[in-house]
């Protein structure tokens, strides 16, 4: 077991690292129930995106005055600042269903340019998913194997649904295991966007591939949050994700195992993360622009000035400063969307 003191000097030197706060009681362990109160040890590190919704423009040389941070409505003091410093620990997850297997050519073709994108110090992991998700590579810097493991990602498919539960609580139990200290995690799903619902018919007609416990939305998100991971995705839909679409729409039994719409968009708006859709001649333009949405975010930490039970998710809310927008009356207010994660739990 760790100790507490070197769960502390963990929690700062990693610092954007997930990392449950230690407590600081003296007090001897009994078999109470009562609730254990966290104390400001735990560095809150934060990705934060601001941009311009009309134009698509990312609002750049911001410093650290220029953002408010609360955390459950209480205002916090912030002690670290960067732009575009931290390395990046990218997880590539492919789609192998039917749905997605018209346009996986191209969505390979582009994660292949895109590795020239990435810095020496980034890393890259590969992943596939359907009912389950696999790990075809590890965390690497070397490209060569990022590169041999989209072209074998490229030519799988999958007779299976997609159960995005599962897949993403498996993605996120991936990203934790990045191998850079301090980078910043990103998920990047190359998808149609569609899901299958999961349950017993599902499970023996689309499913029979998946674990024999599937992981729900909660722990889905619970380790998701828990993994500091920004989810992004690049949405490229086939005809047969149109056709399918409407065959659900059209047969409502068909609804009983068939696709649903938004469950990605719904985890990265979750993190704070981009999703951009795209075409078969724009794909590698795209996906380049959302690497860009995640590297050149601003990242931004503070330790809480409130105490709080272990294992509470708190909520947290950034903003622009009123005084930006008067320094610079050429932007709205009401045109600036600042994302981040949604919360945390301590």
């Known amino acids: ?30 078999s109470s129930a009562a609730p254990v109160i966290h104390v400001s040890t735990q560095l809150v590190m934060l990705d934060i995106l601001v941009h311009d919704k009309k134009t698509g423009n990312l609002i750049g040389s911001l410093g650290a005055e220029d953002f408010e941070v609360y955390e459950d409505g209480q205002m916090q003091r912030t002690s670290h600042f960067s732009h575009d410093q931290l390395p990046l620990s990218v997880v590539f997850l492919f789609d192998l269903t039917d749905t997605v297997r018209p346009v996986l050519k191209p969505l390979s073709e582009a994660a292949q340019e895109i590795l020239g994108h990435l810095k020496p110090q980034d890393e ?20 060569a194997l990022a590169a041999a493991a989209i072209e074998k990602a490229s030519g799988m498919k999958s007779r299976e649904g997609t159960f995005i539960h599962e897949d993403m609580y498996e993605a996120a139990g991936q990203a934790m295991k990045s191998t850079i200290p301090g980078s910043r995690r990103a998920l990047v799903w190359l998808t149609d966007g569609t899901s299958n619902v999961e349950n017993s018919l599902s499970r023996k007609t689309i499913g029979k591939s998946a674990p024999a416990v599937l992981h729900n939305k909660e722990q889905a998100t619970e380790e998701l949050l828990h993994s500091g991971a920004v989810v ?6 086939s ?16 609804l009983w195992t068939g696709l649903r719409m938004g469950e990605v968009k719904a985890f990265a708006e979750m993190t704070g993360g ?16 959302l690497l860009d949405q995640l590297r050149h975010r601003y990242t931004l930490g503070y330790y809480p000035a409130n105490t709080v039970p272990e294992g509470t998710f708190c909520k947290l809310q950034v903003k622009l400063r009123p005084g930006f927008y008067k320094q610079h009356p050429e932007l709205r207010s009401a045109d600036i969307v600042v994302r981040t994660k949604r919360g945390y739990y301590r």
């Open 274 to 289: 981009p999703v951009l859709n795209t075409s078969k001649k724009e794909v590698a333009t795209r996906l380049a622009l």
């Open 232 to 237: 992004a995705a690049l949405i490229e839909k």
């Open 124 to 143: 890259v992991a590969i992943m596939v998913f359907s009912s389950h998700a696999e790990v075809l590579q590890d965390f690497t810097a070397d490209r």
């Open 1 to 30: 077991m760790v100790s507490q003191n070197i769960r502390l000097l963990m929690c700062a030197a990693l610092l954007g690292s997930p990392c449950k706060a230690a407590t600081q009681s003296s007090a001897p362990a009994t």
């Open 239 to 254: 005809a047969l994700t149109d056709t399918m679409v409407a065959t659900g729409v059209m047969n409502p039994l068909f």
